[in-house]
Structures are given as structure tokens and as C-alpha cells.
């Protein structure tokens, strides 16, 4: 069974980082491309960020660009996001996604 557990959300302030993380498991991680997504209270789903299986190949939305940065950890079956300068706009639900599988999401709310 495919799993895939986001986790590292919080409460931040306008400037702020956080790390969120991404669990997976269920199927051969390192032979997939992993992407973050998010979802904005009262909006559509938006993407945020992807990389291949090894890293080498990375893409950004442009407006995370210079903020955000993915990774991942394939021993640990991982992926990351590093989220600097954190906009009040940033404030979502940030999920993890393998093809057609998705994660429950990680709440993230950048409020003073």
C-alpha cells in the first residue's frame, strides 16, 4: 500500500521558514519523480515544486523561485521542503504526490 506522510507544518510569521517533510512508502521511491502541491483555503489545487528520482532535475512555480527549496533522501525515502521568506500567501495545505497518489497534507499559516 502507498503511503505518503507530509509532516513539518506550522504557525510562522511573514519572513519565517519552515522544513515539511514527506514520508513515502509502498513502492520503489528512487525510481520516481516526487512533487509538492498546495492547496489555499477557497482555492484550487496549486503546484509548487518537483524533482526526479536522483535530484537531478528540479522545477519550481515561479513564484517559489529563490524561496523554496526540494530535496530528498532516498534511503530514508524522503522528500523535503525548505520554505524560506515566507509570504502570508504561502498559507496552505501542502501535500506530497507520487503519480496518483497523494499525501493528507501538512497545514502551513504564515500570519503575524
Known amino acids: 500500500e502507498v503511503q505518503l506522510v507530509e509532516s513539518g507544518g506550522d504557525l510562522v510569521q511573514p519572513g519565517g521558514s519552515l522544513r515539511l517533510s514527506c514520508a513515502a512508502s509502498?513502492?520503489?521511491?528512487?525510481?520516481?519523480?516526487m512533487t509538492w502541491v498546495r492547496q489555499a483555503p477557497g482555492k484550487g489545487l496549486e503546484w509548487v515544486s518537483a524533482?526526479?528520482?536522483?535530484?537531478?532535475?528540479?522545477y519550481y512555480a515561479e513564484s517559489m523561485k529563490g524561496r523554496f527549496t526540494i530535496s530528498r533522501d532516498n534511503p530514508k525515502n524522503t522528500v523535503y521542503l525548505q520554505m524560506n521568506s515566507l509570504k502570508p500567501e504561502d498559507t496552505a495545505v501542502y501535500h506530497c504526490?507520487?503519480?496518483?497518489?497523494w499525501g493528507q497534507g501538512t497545514q502551513v499559516t504564515v500570519s503575524s
Open positions: 524533482l526526479n528520482w536522483n535530484g537531478g532535475t528540479i
Open positions: 504526490n507520487y503519480g496518483n497518489y
Open positions: 509502498g513502492f520503489t521511491f528512487d525510481d520516481y519523480t
